[in-house]
């Protein structure tokens, strides 16, 4: 009885949220370990198959074809999965990706499909854009109560700086973008169709591997980040290319405050990505990433 009345009470929300005139769906989340153990600081970083989530215009820095996948509950309420895939072809940069979220119950659920590209436009400047397919379903007790179905893009661009180690980044989340919803009748809610535009959301960065300064040094990447408006700083320390210890942390508002870490491992063309973000709202999340590249 109570879980067919948590599973009311989530729907009813989902359906006055639905009816209300505000931007979509479809969040802010940070995809990748690497990039959340660093406290989400990543636009200027971005160089692997995550690039696709973080910024677009990072997959041409890559020399390698790489297929990577993560997963994470976030709060312990919502998880998410990402697929994704990057390859370079001469002097251009492609990638496609897969997100997909859903709660525990099933009550809501999200899909994106991604197709990138990104190209080096001048010395030392890279660019990139993302095409990407929204699709959402609401479900009130295995009923298909409501959809919605858009589609957004992205823009990204790296200015890079090789010999001093240095690399700046900007990432224009959904300037462009709009869903289109379909209610069916329910709790006294008629059918409706409407459409709402997508949220929009920047970050812009800088990153400095000291390692290109100081020669003794095993590689030290520091990062930091405006994200939307809220500062995010981070750190990774790599030892012989094969193991990465990472620290971050993320200000702003009480949802997006938190302090992160996280380790990776590398044998051969794999690598293993763990993050952990200490959440000020009392529920921790991790997210695990794998990747293998040739």
């Given at each position: 009885?109570?879980?067919?009345?948590?599973?009311?009470?989530?729907?009813?929300?989902?359906?006055?949220?639905?009816?209300?005139?505000?931007?979509?769906?479809?969040?802010?989340?940070?995809?990748?370990?690497?990039?959340?153990?660093?406290?989400?600081?990543?636009?200027?970083?971005?160089?692997?198959?995550?690039?696709?989530?973080?910024?677009?215009?990072?997959?041409?820095?890559?020399?390698?074809?790489?297929?990577?996948?993560?997963y994470m509950e976030l709060y312990g309420?919502?998880?998410?999965?990402?697929?994704?895939?990057?390859?370079?072809?001469?002097?251009?940069?492609?990638?496609?990706?897969?997100?997909?979220?859903?709660?525990?119950?099933?009550?809501?659920?999200?899909?994106?499909?991604?197709?990138?590209?990104?190209?080096?436009?001048?010395?030392?400047?890279?660019?990139?854009?993302?095409?990407?397919?929204?699709?959402?379903?609401?479900?009130?007790?295995?009923?298909?109560?409501g959809n919605g179905k858009g589609i957004?893009?992205?823009?990204?661009?790296?200015?890079?700086?090789?010999?001093?180690?240095?690399?700046?980044?900007?990432?224009?989340?959904?300037?462009?973008?709009?869903?289109?919803?379909?209610?069916?009748?329910?709790?006294?809610?008629?059918?409706?169709?409407?459409?709402?535009?997508?949220?929009?959301?920047?970050?812009?960065?800088?990153?400095?591997?000291?390692?290109?300064?100081?020669?003794?040094?095993?590689?030290?990447?520091?990062?930091?980040?405006?994200?939307?408006?809220?500062?995010?700083?981070?750190?990774?320390?790599?030892?012989?290319?094969?193991?990465?210890?990472?620290?971050?942390?993320?200000?702003?508002?009480?949802?997006?405050?938190?302090?992160?870490?996280?380790?990776?491992?590398?044998?051969?063309?794999?690598?293993?990505?763990?993050?952990?973000?200490?959440?000020?709202?009392?529920?921790?999340?991790?997210?695990?990433?794998?990747?293998?590249?040739?």
């Amino acid at each position: 009885m109570k879980k067919f009345q948590f599973r009311f009470e989530i729907t009813l929300i989902i359906f006055v949220v639905l009816a209300s005139p505000v931007y979509g769906a479809f969040e802010n989340i940070n995809y990748g370990a690497r990039s959340l153990g660093m406290g989400s600081a990543f636009v200027s970083v971005a160089d692997d198959a995550n690039s696709i989530f973080n910024n677009p215009a990072g997959i041409i820095r890559t020399n390698q074809s790489e297929l990577g996948m993560s997963y994470m509950e976030l709060y312990g309420l919502v998880s998410y999965s990402s697929l994704s895939y990057i390859q370079k072809l001469k002097d251009n940069g492609f990638g496609i990706g897969i997100i997909s979220s859903d709660d525990k119950d099933g009550v809501y659920q999200e899909a994106e499909a991604i197709f990138a590209y990104s190209r080096q436009i001048a010395k030392n400047l890279n660019f990139g854009a993302n095409i990407r397919y929204l699709s959402s379903h609401a479900y009130f007790d295995e009923v298909r109560v409501g959809n919605g179905k858009g589609i957004a893009v992205d823009l990204g661009s790296q200015f890079l700086l090789p010999d001093k180690g240095l690399s700046f980044g900007i990432g224009l989340h959904s300037p462009i973008g709009i869903i289109f919803y379909n209610r069916k009748p329910l709790l006294g809610y008629g059918e409706e169709k409407y459409s709402q535009m997508t949220d929009f959301y920047y970050n812009i960065g800088a990153s400095w591997d000291l390692a290109k300064k100081f020669s003794n040094l095993e590689k030290l990447l520091l990062a930091g980040e405006l994200s939307d408006g809220y500062p995010c700083f981070g750190a990774e320390w790599t030892y012989a290319n094969m193991i990465s210890v990472r620290s971050g942390v993320r200000l702003g508002n009480s949802l997006n405050r938190a302090l992160t870490m996280g380790l990776g491992f590398k044998l051969s063309m794999i690598k293993i990505d763990y993050a952990y973000i200490s959440s000020s709202v009392d529920a921790d999340t991790s997210q695990i990433s794998v990747s293998v590249n040739w």
